[in-house]
């Protein structure tokens, strides 16, 4: 016969026995699930979300500025909706500028040129010879002007090793004096009717430049946000050297960032054409500056490493909204460059306090941590 356990077996091989959890309260579990919500919601996960819903906060201020201050017109629906589709051309331009502009920020660089490069697409395709061909030639030699200029941006600054303050500056100066040159300072008259009639036309009573704008807009967030290239974009102007370390071309990743800024300045040239069914060596001054003050507003650091799509597009849409709210009040234009001053200066300040922030929670934790 085999002995059972003594009594001072037992304790001891109870001892080695796991220890039955407790049983799980649903309340908690919600509890939990609730605050990791909560928590992406105040971490850096969240801060696209939170700076885009203050945007929409300053867009919602704009309005009832509006209202108060020309109510005679906000009491009239159909004026509103007009005045909404209004301000949408108003901002398509430049919105489809400040995409490109956007990549090339997020990307560490900068890109002075794009107003010119939006003049020399334009005055290119509106020449006799290329409207000779029809639309497709104009939309095509448009967009080919604009990107291979954005080529020359990009391999001047990643393999000629410029700054891209410098090379960009250098090539606003070039692309106004070619478009002035071939244009021989004078206006070119666009001839071509469905050219024009982007800008005339609309679709289910939205005009059709406010639909090149979306589709820019949505291939831009998909390109950054769902790809490979939009992750290398933020590697890249976050960290170069360690995005060069993971194993990625730096160089030919700056010169496709600037050849993308450069395509959509081509797309912009053909949209500014049709709303003024014409083209000079002067359209489209100080794009750059609207454009890189649009993407600013929306929380892309000048440093590079950091941005959004959506929130350059709100950027461009309030300085879109305060032209026109500055325009219905018959206030003058150089006010309004002092409201949007003032505004990028407090961007600007806003940013720098919160990667000083940042940069302090960071150093407190690796202090910790060692």
Known sequence: ???????????????????????????????????????WW??????????????LGVLAVLVVIGALTRSDLYSNPDWVWDNILSILKLAAVVGVVTVGMT???????????????????????????????????????????????????????SYGRLVPFIATLAMLVAARGLAAEISDKQTQVSDNGFINGLASNDLLGIPLLVYILA??????????NRTTFGRRTVAVGGNP???????????????????????????????LTAQANSAQAAMANLYELDAIAAAIIGGTLLSGGRGTIIGSLLGVVIFATITNLFAINGLSTEAQNMVKGGIIVAAVLVQQVQFRSLTQFLGRNRLTTT
């Open 103 to 157: 990549f090339v920020i997020i990307g560490g660089g900068i890109d002075l040129s794009v107003g010119a490069i939006v003049a020399l697409a334009g005055v290119w395709c509106t020449t006799v010879a290329t409207q000779s061909y029809g639309a497709g030639g104009m939309i095509f030699s448009a967009l080919t002007v604009g990107l291979a200029v954005g080529l020359v941006n990009g391999l001047l600054i």
């Open 1 to 39: 016969m085999t002995e059972g356990p003594t009594s001072t077996e037992a304790p001891e091989r109870a001892a080695h026995l796991p220890a039955q959890s407790p049983p799980v309260d649903p309340a908690a579990v919600d509890k939990v699930s609730t605050a990791g919500r909560l928590s």
């Open 241 to 271: 050297e360690a995005a060069r370390l993971a194993g990625i071309n730096v160089k030919r990743h700056t010169l496709l960032l600037y050849a993308l800024s450069g395509l959509c300045c081509g797309i912009a040239a053909i949209m």
């Open 42 to 55: 105040r971490g850096d996960g969240g801060e696209g979300a939170r700076r885009n819903l203050a945007l």
């Open 215 to 224: 589709a820019v807009v949505a291939a831009g967030w998909v390109l950054l």
